[in-house]
T-cell receptor, first 115, second 114 residues
Framework: AQKVTQAQTEISVVEKEDVTLDCVYE???????LFWYKQPPSGELVFLIR????DEQNEISGRYSWNFQKSTSSFNFTITASQVVDSAVYFCALSNAGNNRKLIWGLGTSLAVNP | DAMVIQNPRYQVTQFGKPVTLSCSQT?????MYWYQQKSSQAPKLLFHYYDKDFNNEADTPDNFQSRRPNTSFCFLDIRSPGLGDAAMYLC?????????????FGPGTRLTVT
């Protein structure tokens, strides 16, 4: 079975706090891909990052960083020094090599960054 | 800027009255997707085109149809909208058909059924 779990439904932080969004996935495939998308209140889904199963290097992009750990089947997302503009719903998603381009989505984590 | 465009952004239709949502892209991607997203839920894939090859999801109701007349445009037709079809409809594209390719989304069309 393929599944993505985002256990945190809602998170609320104060501006400049660091926040980590958790993502745990399940798959039996050895080749798979993990994604994070951001959905601000406007509704458009914005692609943030893709990681394939053979690349466990962590990635940093400005205030965003991602920690991929195959041993725990997790692909967590950290925002450093959060800003109000980071307020959005964040989705983690999984794609397997054989599932015909379909994304398996987590339920999303709603992040509110308060001034 | 290359992008995915959806029109209209907001659509109101009456119960049972056919409606068409449109999507266009300037990314020259060969895969186009239609998703339905209801409040506080993840997007749900309805169908997608790989070039002209149509791929329907098993649980997509027959009420939903799609057309892709050329690479740039894709349409979602809802033949007889019900109240349960009120949702955000998202169009997405990807560069290739491989599973590891990220999808790029348009701003969505919010459909209201009265």
């Amino acid at each position: 079975a393929q599944k993505v779990t985002q256990a945190q439904t809602e998170i609320s932080v104060v501006e400049k706090e660091d926040v980590t969004l958790d993502c745990v996935y399940e798959t039996r495939d050895t080749t798979y891909y993990l994604f994070w998308y951001k959905q601000p209140p406007s509704g458009e889904l914005v692609f943030l990052i893709r990681r394939n199963s053979f690349d466990e290097q962590n990635e940093i992009s400005g205030r965003y960083s991602w920690n991929f750990q195959k041993s725990t089947s997790s692909f967590n997302f950290t925002i450093t020094a959060s800003q109000v503009v980071d307020s959005a719903v964040y989705f983690c998603a999984l794609s397997n090599a054989g599932n015909n381009r379909k994304l398996i989505w987590g339920l999303g984590t709603s992040l509110a960054v308060n001034p | 800027d290359a992008m995915v465009i959806q029109n209209p952004r907001y659509q109101v239709t009456q119960f049972g009255k056919p409606v068409t949502l449109s999507c266009s892209q300037t990314l020259n991607h060969n895969v186009m997707y239609w998703y339905q997203q209801k409040s506080s839920q993840a997007p749900k894939l309805l169908f997608h085109y790989y070039d002209k090859d149509f791929n329907n999801e098993a649980d997509t109701p027959d009420n939903f149809q799609s057309r892709r007349p050329n690479t740039s445009f894709c349409f979602l037709d809802i033949r007889s909208p019900g109240l349960g079809d009120a949702a955000m409809y998202l169009c997405a594209t990807s560069r290739t058909g491989t599973s590891g390719t990220e999808q790029y989304f348009g701003p969505g069309t919010r459909l209201t059924v009265t």
